[in-house]
């Protein structure tokens, strides 16, 4: 019988490295012999904003409510099209699974419905933790930690992430499996660079700002300064081609794909490594800067914008290290090895 593994995922509009990862995840398994891939999407139905809208007006306590979206409370998108990036997925559009043949893959933010939605009716599932930071993503204890106990096992793809689950769930270190995702530029080759400074706002947006209001007096002739906000997938390529500079605001991440997309592309990367970019972040091509070193992050972008002009540019050597690091192969692999836990 076809396994057929559903991701889990919530319909949202704007961009999102998560769930671009789950979208191409899917379409590998979809390509794969035995195996079949679909995405659902939840959206929080009328009741929640109803109980929303009684819990204001009753001023009941937010302490005694049980956090994190309750599976009552949801339902499944109809023909959800995320436009943010290209994609072949395929959509499943109801909360109804077939427990012989489906295996569900839970993100760590609905980790806790794993009980009403997985548990009680029989259905084998893993959770997928692409930010170690929101693990909580509830209060009920109970619920949680019963969650991640009854997991066939638990996905990571970056160091961070692994130490993070560790620290919270020490029990189940054992069930951890390491994975990786692909980094493709659309296989396009890398434009004629330009003297441009990239970043992206919705990244840290007070942080952003300050870092490149205090910058703009200080801007060589020449140079300038691109936001990238809430552009598709290909037209945020095109730009980070073009680029010399990717300024980072991550923050608390799993491992963020921006900054390894910049550097993929040509950039020299300056900012925070959200935590987990650690695992990646090399020196020379990355400059690392402490969150909320406002001026400190100035002054490194500036240094950078000097020695490119005087004739630097990013290493072909540690350019290629990133490639194997977010290798297509790699991630083939990795995919494989998890979809042979599901079969055991």
């Known amino acids: 019988m076809i396994k057929n593994i559903i991701y889990i995922s919530h319909a949202e509009k704007g961009p999102s490295g998560g769930a671009k ?9 979809n390509s794969l012999k035995n195996f079949s891939s ?3 999407h939840l959206k929080k139905n009328r009741l929640s904003k109803i109980k929303i809208s009684i819990r204001k007006k009753l001023k009941i306590n937010k302490k005694k409510i049980e956090s994190g979206w309750q599976l009552n409370e949801l339902e499944a998108v109809k023909k959800f099209n995320y436009k943010w990036l290209d994609h072949k997925i395929k959509t499943k559009n109801e909360l109804f699974f077939d427990k012989k043949k489906d295996f569900l893959i839970l993100p760590e933010i609905f ?3 794993a ?5 009680k009716n029989g259905i084998d599932y893993a959770i997928f933790v692409q930010n170690g930071y929101v693990i909580s993503s509830t209060n009920n204890e109970r619920k ?6 009854k997991a066939k096992f638990i996905i990571s793809y970056s160091d961070d992430i692994t130490k993070c689950i560790k620290l919270k769930f020490s029990n189940i270190k054992t069930k951890i499996i390491k994975i990786s995702y692909a980094l493709d530029l659309k296989n396009s080759k890398i434009n ?4 441009i400074i990239t970043y992206m706002s919705r990244k840290l947006p007070q942080h952003s700002y300050l870092v490149t209001n205090y910058l703009k007096p200080h801007l060589p002739n020449k140079w300038s300064i691109r936001d990238l906000n809430n552009l598709n997938e290909k037209k945020t390529y095109d730009y980070l ?4 500079i990717f300024l980072s605001f991550s923050n608390m991440e799993g491992l963020p794909l921006p900054p390894a997309e910049a550097a993929l592309a040509g950039n020299f990367v300056i900012g925070y490594t959200g935590e987990g970019g650690n695992e990646y972040w090399k020196k020379p091509l990355f400059t690392k800067v402490n969150s909320g070193e406002i001026k400190t992050f100035v002054k490194e972008i500036l240094s950078k914008i000097l020695e490119i002009n005087s004739g630097k540019k990013p290493s072909k050597k540690y350019i290629s290290n990133l490639k194997i690091k977010f ?3 790699r991630e083939l692999n990795n995919i494989k090895k998890f979809l042979n836990y599901i079969d055991n």
């Open 21 to 29: 990862i789950i979208y191409h995840h899917s379409e590998i398994i």
């Open 38 to 40: 679909e995405v659902l």
């Open 111 to 113: 980790a806790h419905l």
């Open 115 to 119: 009980e009403d939605l997985c548990i």
């Open 144 to 149: 949680l930690s019963l969650a991640y106990k």
């Open 192 to 195: 004629h660079k330009k003297n």
């Open 241 to 244: 081609k073009e680029s010399k």
């Open 327 to 329: 290798s297509k192969d």
